[in-house]
């Protein structure tokens, strides 16, 4: 399964990635699917493992995102 947030913004993109990298994160930026109907064209993956500690570390530093899901 591959776990994917998406972002309204390219900069929010970005800033997410900057974030997860500095939390020890593995994480890559990747198009974001049509089905996930995301404002930008970008999301970040992150493995399902990491799922949690990537939301916590978005939000703590105050990334709007939108978690997606893909088979």
Not at 46 to 69: K, Y
């Amino acid at each position: 399964m591959r776990v994917l947030l998406t972002f309204d913004t390219t900069h929010h993109a970005l800033w997410a990635e900057e974030v997860a990298r500095e939390a020890g994160i593995a994480c890559e930026v990747v198009p974001a699917p049509a089905a996930a109907m995301a404002r930008c064209n970008l999301a970040l993956e992150v493995i399902p493992e990491e799922l949690t500690d990537a939301r916590t570390a978005l939000r703590e530093a105050g990334v709007p995102f939108v978690p997606f899901e893909m088979a």
